[in-house]
């Protein structure tokens, strides 16, 4: 694949040298991503340990959540075989790299491990990164953490064949909302034809993300747009809903099954603000907000103890569905 010159984001050009030492010089790398992956945490993660694994070194990689599990949309992604349990992890590893991940706690029991690590290199594209790492290759402006991905693996000399491309592409697709939100810039859309030239399957990959589930989400996402609430006098305007552990239990639909459900919402046209509250199988709410601009939803999501972009962003919650609701809506 030919490695056209990118424009350079901020991520000044000592901290890709160190990085490219670090990797080159290490025989065992520890990967990490956010718990709860998305298709760019995971998909950046795998596509960068197939390319190290390629090349002769030992790659791990997981998450750290108890219930270890790959989301169901998720495992047609290449490079599932580096995935370990948390609990197989290296204890200190030697090298740590993390993926998509902006503050410590978002790498849930591998923090530990990170604390540990002799040299941890964060790769993230959150605004919100608090900079945890002995190297922090950040870069917001990044559509996606794959753009960053990509780019180490092409200063690293490494060849980006169609599986590892195929991971990429995912957490480039996703992040983009398939090339719609802000972050479609040229740089993103180059960067697409550069992964379809692998001559990945993009029509594969959308089915897999978008396009199918069980046919107990059909029930689960009637009852969510059932009650969902519009509310035109809260602040910019704000359309919400929720889904209960009970929800997907009746339809034996486990919890990353309903994470797209926040993209029916937030369609609603009278609504600047759209909140979906999610109910875990640990009884905690996990609330994903959006905004289309007059409102930074990471300002707000960091305010309730979350993050993320201005325009999409979570947090959690232990308290009750209104009471949620209402420091939410003090917020906006
Ligand atoms: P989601 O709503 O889960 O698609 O997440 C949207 C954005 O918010 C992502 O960039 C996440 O990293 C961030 N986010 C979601 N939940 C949390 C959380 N509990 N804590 C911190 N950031 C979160
Ligand atoms: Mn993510
Ligand atoms: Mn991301």
Request: charged content about 25%.
């Amino acid at each position: 694949m030919t490695s056209d010159p990118r424009e350079s984001g901020p991520v000044p050009e000592r901290d890709w040298d160190r990085a490219v030492e670090l990797v080159s010089a290490a025989d065992e790398v520890a990967l990490a991503c956010h718990i709860s992956p998305d298709a760019d945490a995971l998909g950046s993660m795998l596509a960068v340990g197939m390319a190290l694994r390629a090349e002769g070194k030992r790659v791990t990689a997981s998450f750290g959540e108890r219930r270890f599990r790959v989301p169901r949309l998720l495992r047609f992604l290449p490079g599932q075989e580096l995935l370990v349990e948390p609990g197989a992890y290296p204890a200190m590893p030697e090298l740590m790299m993390t993926f998509d991940v902006p503050i410590v706690d978002r790498l849930g029991t591998l923090a530990a491990n990170a604390g540990k690590a002799r040299e941890l290199v964060v790769v993230d594209h959150h605004a919100s990164n608090t900079g945890f790492g002995t190297l922090n290759l950040v870069d917001p402006e990044a559509a996606a953490t794959a753009v960053l991905a990509e780019e180490l693996l092409v200063r690293l000399g490494l060849p980006i064949g169609r599986r590892v491309a195929t991971c990429l592409y995912a957490g480039l697709v996703t992040d983009t909302g398939s090339f719609r939100h802000s972050s479609t810039t040229p740089r993103a859309h180059a960067m697409a034809a550069r992964l379809l030239a692998t001559g990945l399957n993009p029509e594969e990959i959308a089915r897999e993300l978008w396009d199918r589930s069980p046919f107990g989400y059909l029930q689960v996402l009637g009852a969510a747009l059932d009650r969902a609430v519009l509310e035109p006098s809260t602040g910019p305007g704000l359309v919400w809903t929720f889904v209960t552990r009970q929800d997907r239990v009746a339809q034996d639909l486990p919890y990353d099954e309903v994470e797209g459900i926040i993209d029916v919402v937030r369609r609603t046209d009278e609504a600047d603000v759209a909140v979906i509250l999610k109910e875990d199988d640990d009884g905690a709410w996990q609330v994903s907000t959006r905004s289309k601009g007059a409102v930074d939803v990471a300002r707000v999501c960091a305010a309730l103890g979350g993050g993320g972009h201005a325009r999409a962003a979570g947090f959690t919650s232990h308290l009750p569905v209104e009471q949620t609701m209402e420091s939410l809506r003090a917020l906006l």
